[in-house]
Each structure stands twice: as structure tokens, then as C-alpha cells.
């Protein structure tokens, strides 16, 4: 089902959007672009509702933990993904 509507868009953008879908192609395009922006907008207050829940169980790092570990792997001279360090074998 549809329902016919009327927006105001600036020229410019009307124009921009005429030249990559042609005037017929408008209606599709911008509901594409309406369900897209719907969907980013839904997936950020969902991250912002979920934001911190894992805080204070057990194994959860907090942002400063985790850059002190990257900054630790960063200044140790050896692979921290190979096997056994700098030389490959086991320690």
C-alpha cells in the first residue's frame, strides 16, 4: 500500500536527485532513502539505550583498560599474534 504525500526539498537537491534517478525514478529513491535513514536511526538509540549495560560484570573492560592493553601490545617488540612471539616458536 501507498499514500501519496507532498515534501518540500530544496532545488538543488531535487535537481541532484532528478540527474541520478531521472523524475520518474524520484518517489522510489527517496522512500529507499526514508527507510534507510530509519533504520540508522533506530540501530543508534538502540546503541544508546545498550550503552553500558555490560559495566561491572565480570570479564567487561572498561574504554581505559583497553587502550592500556593496546598500548602495551604497541610498545612490546615482539608478534602478539604469532604463536611463540617474535621468533614463531612456542615459549
Request: hydrophobic letters at 35%; charged letters at 25%; glycine letters at 0%.
Given at each position: 500500500m501507498t499514500?501519496?504525500?507532498?515534501?518540500?526539498?530544496?532545488d538543488t537537491l531535487?535537481?541532484?536527485i532528478d540527474a541520478l534517478v531521472g523524475p520518474r525514478g524520484r518517489s522510489a529513491f527517496i522512500a529507499r532513502a526514508a527507510r534507510?535513514?530509519?533504520k540508522r536511526e533506530r540501530l543508534g538509540r538502540a546503541l544508546d539505550a545498550a550503552r553500558g549495560v555490560m559495566a561491572g560484570t565480570a570479564g567487561w573492560r572498561s574504554g581505559d583498560e583497553i587502550l592500556q592493553f593496546v598500548d602495551g601490545?604497541?610498545?612490546d617488540d615482539r608478534d602478539p599474534w604469532a604463536e611463540g612471539g617474535r621468533n614463531g616458536k612456542r615459549a
Open positions: 499514500m501519496r504525500t507532498t515534501i518540500t526539498l530544496p531535487m535537481s541532484d534507510n535513514e530509519l601490545l604497541r610498545s
